[in-house]
């Protein structure tokens, strides 16, 4: 699944439009980057079905210079298995993870992502890949972000809910349950599961 150039557009300009709002004092200048951001929430709302108001509501709270968001996902392996927890947003499977707070390393970011998630104590282990999201089969989504996924040694805990997801349990490579392509894609489980027969191997990259 390839990006859609609409996308790829709309990302482009709020993060212009974004970014000129961050260092201009020229009000006419201002205006019209506030235009561009007006024009990157109507492309996103016609083309995702989205609610224009609400995208310029997400857009006007975002500030200074326009950057790619950090997520992270942990890969936790038992006897050949990889951990996944159901989203109940839209009840599909996912590596647990979420954004990186701020003042929060990756490492334990993920770590505490899987703790909330899974109910399950992991030690963050080693950095297989950092993707661009947009280059790996995820449905398309209103922000650029870059996916790290962490390598994550299982030291603890037992299964539990969260807030946000459900039945955490581990999954063989043939029987994948139906995925939240938001999160998580078959592509990059393949690609993580090589990595699991290849720990020789080095960190990925786009």
């Not at 083309?47 to 709270?61: D, T």
């Not at 996902?73 to 006897?79: A, E, I, L, Q």
């Not at 037992?158 to 894609?185: K, M, Q, W």
Request: proline content about 6%; some cysteine.
């Amino acid at each position: 699944m390839s990006t859609p150039k609409w996308l790829v557009w709309a990302q482009n300009l709020q993060a212009i439009a974004q970014s000129g709002l961050a260092y201009t004092r020229n009000p006419f200048e201002r205006e019209r980057y506030r235009e561009v951001s007006e024009i990157a929430a109507e492309i996103l709302a016609d083309q995702a079905g989205l609610e224009a108001p609400i995208l310029r509501e997400l857009f006007a709270a975002e500030a200074g210079y326009a950057t790619p968001k950090l997520d992270v996902r942990g890969v936790v392996f038992r006897d050949g298995k990889i951990l996944l927890v159901r989203e109940l947003s839209d009840g599909g499977w996912t590596l647990p993870g979420g954004w990186v707070d701020v003042n929060n390393t990756p490492s334990g970011a993920v770590e505490r992502e899987v703790w909330e998630e899974t109910g399950y104590r992991v030690k963050a282990k080693k950095l297989l890949a950092l993707y661009d999201r947009n280059q790996h089969g995820h449905t398309p989504y209103i922000f650029h972000l870059f996916k790290m996924y962490f390598l994550c040694d299982l030291i603890g805990g037992e299964p539990s809910d969260s807030v946000e997801t459900s039945g955490a349990a581990f999954f063989d490579e043939s029987h994948i349950p139906p995925l939240s392509l938001a999160r998580t894609t078959p592509e990059v489980l393949a690609r993580l599961f090589e990595h699991h027969r290849h720990p020789e191997w080095q960190t990925d990259f786009d």
